[in-house]
């Protein structure tokens, strides 16, 4: 049996399209296990039918011709259950429905085995025999194993449209689903990217001059040079500074001693330099491979490229220019910054990747540049796409393939009225943050990811409310001094002064280590970070919190926070900690004073001790992107889980109430500086709980601004009062969803329809 089943699959992989697939499929099961009929339906949820797709065994006028309603027979029962339906007569099950011209009458055995990929039914396989017997176990497990390869095949075809204009051409078209990345429209021709140069491929061989080689390389790493300098000029001016920072990353990357130096050492070690090139991008990529961060490992993704491009110019000497369609929409297995960066601004049009989180650097690039684009589509049929008509829904994370006239028709209209909007929003500039009935809701911004020497949205925010530090610690290769970390805090609040500054201690550890300071545990989320890192080392805490205090010196504007805090104990420590070194420094005569402090709430135990830390300190924080991994036990990183991370999840909602309550009896001030925080659909919410203010990315700012002065808090709490009661995420979600359309900003979250 399983040699039939490697042929069978082998045959359907070879198969150049589903149709042919599928005729194999039928034609050889049949045969493998002695039935009288097999067949293959495939769902077709636009009609919400099961339509029969190929046969052997009945008549074949039936293809296409035979149709069954979603939920009806023993094909809806199969499906609609996602389970096998195995019986010995048909006709005798209370489901079974009889299909005039079907020519199934004489058959009795049934065996329905639903196609499953990714949770979702794509069709049923069906086997039948005169005869009225159940199908063997053997049999059973021979046709489960050949559904799951199946649906493989039928996935590629629903993502390339095949398997539409096979059900029914002139239907409105099927979209792949994925990560929404960028908010926009794209619309245009798809342009597949993939790796220029294969490092992997590359064979060891000797140098055989190794001067030459060493040459060619620094040639090599030249060229790459200008053409990253090439392309910052060309991006300059439409890219926000973070964004354009990426250019300087990728620089000081390939100029950096453990890219040059050791392949150079290499070369004089004997390799040739296309070998000694792999070997270095192999050892560097192994240390970040280490790294669980997700900003580490998009760093890792850029050393790849970089060596790809290097090694793209070693064989071939100079990069090929590419011929860009006049709307493109960039497709790949995994779309690098460069490859974006390399198609003319204005011809880019959207961005869609299988690979890819909301986090990662081409979402980041993409929202930067306002380009719609869809991450992590994990069907997407990559290689069947080039020359493609697409359309990028950057709203939803949807991709239209081949779009039917009257789909494309509608996401013209949606395109038109989104630049008609964008024009509305940018009217709000340096108008108040302030709802209809007069509540002031000040915006602040979460910043120090990227290297920026003047954050976008300084104009716009109140202040900082988030400044991550992690970022100068990661870029070193050991801890920074405290005169460093003085200057690089100056900056930043001498940039917003006399607007607060909100600065947070270190939190490294769990998903961000440091490279030179090597943390492995089976479980990092739940091991040393954040304050458990710098509690245990003193040290490192006291340096940084004398920086942050002497930076403020005569500005003043600096608040402390404290991340991942679980326990009283930590916060006790902590604020000593500050007390002493504001005092050790009053004491070497620096005009130093006690900030402002708060603590992040962004651990389950910190919800349910809200009330106490909220005594000791100036003001709470929560950290929804952490606190809404850890309430529902979903890994924030992981796209595996990613559809179960809901920062809309009724738990967090409940666990944010219980926060600004406590708040509220202490006479603290809460903000929210999470993800949910720049969410528009979320605003009402967190003025409805009474939350001060938040923080959030830069692009973030007027969107959520057109939120706050369209409602009145009085709505806001009202419509908290009805999202505390949802049962579910999706519940809050509709909510929001009509409030938005209700007070006309429904655009700000999805295309208006
Ligand atoms: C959070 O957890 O919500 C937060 C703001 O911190 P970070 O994303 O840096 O973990
Ligand atoms: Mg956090």
Same mark, same amino acid.
């Given at each position: 049996?399983?040699?039939?089943?490697?042929?069978?699959?082998?045959?359907?992989?070879?198969?150049?399209?589903?149709?042919?697939?599928?005729?194999?499929?039928?034609?050889?099961?049949?045969?493998?296990?002695?039935?009288?009929?097999?067949?293959?339906?495939?769902?077709?949820?636009?009609?919400?039918?099961?339509?029969?797709?190929?046969?052997?065994?009945?008549?074949?006028?039936?293809?296409?011709?035979?149709?069954?309603?979603?939920?009806?027979?023993?094909?809806?029962?199969?499906?609609?259950?996602?389970?096998?339906?195995?019986?010995?007569?048909?006709?005798?099950?209370?489901?079974?429905?009889?299909?005039?011209?079907?020519?199934?009458?004489?058959?009795?055995?049934?065996?329905?085995?639903?196609?499953?990929?990714?949770?979702?039914?794509?069709?049923?396989?069906?086997?039948?025999?005169?005869?009225?017997?159940?199908?063997?176990?053997?049999?059973?497990?021979?046709?489960?194993?050949?559904?799951?390869?199946?649906?493989?095949?039928?996935?590629?075809?629903?993502?390339?449209?095949?398997?539409?204009?096979?059900?029914?051409?002139?239907?409105?078209?099927?979209?792949?689903?994925?990560?929404?990345?960028?908010?926009?429209?794209?619309?245009?021709?798809?342009?597949?990217?993939?790796?220029?140069?294969?490092?992997?491929?590359?064979?060891?061989?000797?140098?055989?001059?190794?001067?030459?080689?060493?040459?060619?390389?620094?040639?090599?790493?030249?060229?790459?040079?200008?053409?990253?300098?090439?392309?910052?000029?060309?991006?300059?001016?439409?890219?926000?500074?973070?964004?354009?920072?990426?250019?300087?990353?990728?620089?000081?990357?390939?100029?950096?001693?453990?890219?040059?130096?050791?392949?150079?050492?290499?070369?004089?070690?004997?390799?040739?330099?296309?070998?000694?090139?792999?070997?270095?991008?192999?050892?560097?990529?192994?240390?970040?491979?280490?790294?669980?961060?997700?900003?580490?490992?998009?760093?890792?993704?850029?050393?790849?490229?970089?060596?790809?491009?290097?090694?793209?110019?070693?064989?071939?000497?100079?990069?090929?220019?590419?011929?860009?369609?006049?709307?493109?929409?960039?497709?790949?297995?995994?779309?690098?910054?460069?490859?974006?960066?390399?198609?003319?601004?204005?011809?880019?049009?959207?961005?869609?990747?299988?690979?890819?989180?909301?986090?990662?650097?081409?979402?980041?690039?993409?929202?930067?540049?306002?380009?719609?684009?869809?991450?992590?589509?994990?069907?997407?049929?990559?290689?069947?796409?080039?020359?493609?008509?697409?359309?990028?829904?950057?709203?939803?994370?949807?991709?239209?393939?081949?779009?039917?006239?009257?789909?494309?028709?509608?996401?013209?209209?949606?395109?038109?009225?989104?630049?008609?909007?964008?024009?509305?929003?940018?009217?709000?500039?340096?108008?108040?943050?302030?709802?209809?009935?007069?509540?002031?809701?000040?915006?602040?911004?979460?910043?120090?990811?990227?290297?920026?020497?003047?954050?976008?949205?300084?104009?716009?925010?109140?202040?900082?409310?988030?400044?991550?530090?992690?970022?100068?610690?990661?870029?070193?290769?050991?801890?920074?001094?405290?005169?460093?970390?003085?200057?690089?805090?100056?900056?930043?609040?001498?940039?917003?002064?006399?607007?607060?500054?909100?600065?947070?201690?270190?939190?490294?550890?769990?998903?961000?280590?440091?490279?030179?300071?090597?943390?492995?545990?089976?479980?990092?989320?739940?091991?040393?970070?954040?304050?458990?890192?710098?509690?245990?080392?003193?040290?490192?805490?006291?340096?940084?919190?004398?920086?942050?205090?002497?930076?403020?010196?005569?500005?003043?504007?600096?608040?402390?926070?404290?991340?991942?805090?679980?326990?009283?104990?930590?916060?006790?420590?902590?604020?000593?900690?500050?007390?002493?070194?504001?005092?050790?420094?009053?004491?070497?005569?620096?005009?130093?004073?006690?900030?402002?402090?708060?603590?992040?709430?962004?651990?389950?135990?910190?919800?349910?001790?809200?009330?106490?830390?909220?005594?000791?300190?100036?003001?709470?924080?929560?950290?929804?992107?952490?606190?809404?991994?850890?309430?529902?036990?979903?890994?924030?990183?992981?796209?595996?889980?990613?559809?179960?991370?809901?920062?809309?999840?009724?738990?967090?909602?409940?666990?944010?109430?219980?926060?600004?309550?406590?708040?509220?009896?202490?006479?603290?001030?809460?903000?929210?500086?999470?993800?949910?925080?720049?969410?528009?659909?979320?605003?009402?919410?967190?003025? *409805?709980?009474? =939350?001060?203010? #938040?923080? &959030?990315? +830069?692009?973030?700012?007027?969107?959520?601004? %057109?939120? $706050? /002065?369209?409602?009145?808090?009085?709505?806001?709490?009202?419509?908290?009062?009805?999202?505390?009661?949802?049962?579910? *995420?999706?519940? =809050?979600?509709? #909510?929001? &969803?009509? +409030?938005?359309?209700?007070?006309?900003?429904? %655009?700000? $979250? /999805?295309?208006?329809?």
């Amino acid at each position: 049996m399983l040699a039939t089943l490697r042929r069978i699959i082998d045959a359907v992989d070879r198969a150049p399209a589903l149709d042919a697939a599928l005729a194999v499929v039928v034609r050889e099961v049949k045969q493998a296990i002695g039935a009288d009929v097999c067949s293959v339906y495939l769902t077709d949820a636009n009609r919400r039918e099961h339509v029969l797709m190929a046969t052997d065994g009945l008549p074949p006028d039936s293809v296409g011709r035979v149709r069954i309603s979603l939920h009806r027979g023993l094909i809806g029962r199969a499906a609609e259950r996602a389970d096998i339906v195995n019986l010995d007569d048909a006709h005798t099950h209370a489901c079974y429905l009889a299909i005039t011209d079907s020519g199934e009458e004489p058959f009795h055995g049934f065996l329905g085995v639903p196609i499953i990929q990714h949770r979702r039914v794509l069709g049923v396989l069906v086997l039948r025999r005169r005869m009225a017997r159940r199908f063997e176990d053997d049999e059973v497990t021979f046709v489960v194993t050949l559904a799951v390869q199946l649906a493989a095949a039928i996935a590629l075809a629903r993502g390339s449209g095949e398997l539409a204009r096979l059900q029914q051409p002139g239907l409105p078209s099927h979209f792949l689903e994925g990560i929404a990345a960028a908010p926009g429209v794209g619309m245009g021709t798809g342009f597949v990217v993939y790796a220029p140069a294969d490092l992997d491929a590359v064979p060891d061989k000797p140098a055989a001059d190794p001067e030459a080689e060493v040459r060619d390389f620094r040639g090599a790493v030249a060229g790459v040079a200008e053409d990253i300098a090439r392309l910052a000029e060309r991006m300059g001016g439409t890219l926000r500074d973070e964004d354009q920072a990426l250019f300087d990353a990728w620089r000081l990357m390939l100029e950096s001693e453990s890219f040059v130096a050791d392949t150079i050492q290499r070369i004089r070690a004997g390799s040739w330099a296309q070998g000694a090139l792999r070997a270095t991008v192999a050892d560097l990529l192994a240390e970040f491979d280490r790294v669980d961060d997700p900003y580490l490992r998009e760093r890792g993704a850029d050393v790849r490229d970089l060596g790809r491009q290097v090694l793209l110019r070693l064989q071939h000497g100079a990069a090929p220019q590419a011929d860009y369609p006049a709307q493109t929409v960039l497709v790949g297995d995994e779309v690098s910054a460069m490859e974006i960066a390399a198609v003319p601004r204005p011809s880019l049009a959207g961005i869609v990747s299988r690979r890819g989180s909301a986090s990662s650097h081409v979402a980041i690039l993409a929202r930067g540049m306002g380009v719609p684009a869809a991450v992590g589509v994990l069907e997407l049929p990559v290689s069947r796409l080039e020359g493609c008509s697409m359309i990028v829904d950057g709203y939803r994370g949807r991709v239209y393939v081949e779009p039917s006239p009257t789909v494309a028709a509608e996401y013209r209209r949606l395109a038109a009225e989104e630049r008609a909007f964008s024009a509305e929003l940018e009217a709000l500039r340096g108008l108040p943050s302030e709802t209809t009935d007069g509540f002031a809701l000040p915006l602040y911004l979460n910043t120090g990811l990227v290297v920026e020497q003047r954050p976008l949205g300084i104009d716009e925010s109140a202040g900082v409310g988030l400044y991550r530090t992690e970022l100068p610690f990661m870029v070193r290769d050991r801890f920074p001094g405290e005169e460093t970390q003085r200057r690089h805090y100056r900056q930043v609040l001498a940039t917003f002064a006399p607007r607060p500054v909100t600065i947070r201690t270190l939190d490294v550890g769990g998903d961000k280590p440091l490279p030179y300071f090597p943390v492995h545990e089976s479980n990092p989320f739940l091991g040393w970070r954040g304050i458990r890192i710098t509690r245990d080392h003193p040290e490192i805490f006291m340096t940084q919190v004398r920086a942050m205090l002497r930076a403020a010196v005569g500005l003043d504007n600096l608040q402390i926070l404290l991340p991942m805090i679980t326990s009283v104990d930590e916060l006790d420590d902590a604020l000593d900690s500050i007390q002493r070194a504001c005092d050790e420094l009053q004491e070497e005569g620096h005009a130093v004073r006690l900030p402002p402090v708060g603590v992040m709430i962004e651990v389950p135990a910190a919800v349910y001790q809200a009330d106490v830390l909220a005594r000791r300190v100036s003001f709470l924080s929560v950290g929804t992107n952490d606190l809404t991994q850890y309430l529902l036990a979903v890994d924030r990183n992981n796209a595996r889980v990613a559809a179960l991370y809901d920062e809309l999840h009724p738990a967090v909602l409940r666990a944010l109430k219980q926060v600004t309550d406590a708040a509220r009896a202490h006479g603290r001030e809460v903000t929210v500086c999470g993800e949910l925080a720049g969410d528009p659909r979320a605003t009402p919410l967190l003025l *409805g709980l009474g =939350v001060h203010s #938040l923080s &959030m990315g +830069a692009g973030s700012l007027l969107r959520v601004k %057109g939120v $706050v /002065r369209s409602i009145s808090r009085t709505r806001a709490r009202e419509l908290l009062g009805r999202a505390l009661l949802c049962e579910r *995420g999706a519940c =809050v979600r509709a #909510l929001l &969803m009509d +409030a938005l359309e209700e007070i006309g900003l429904g %655009g700000l $979250v /999805r295309p208006g329809r």
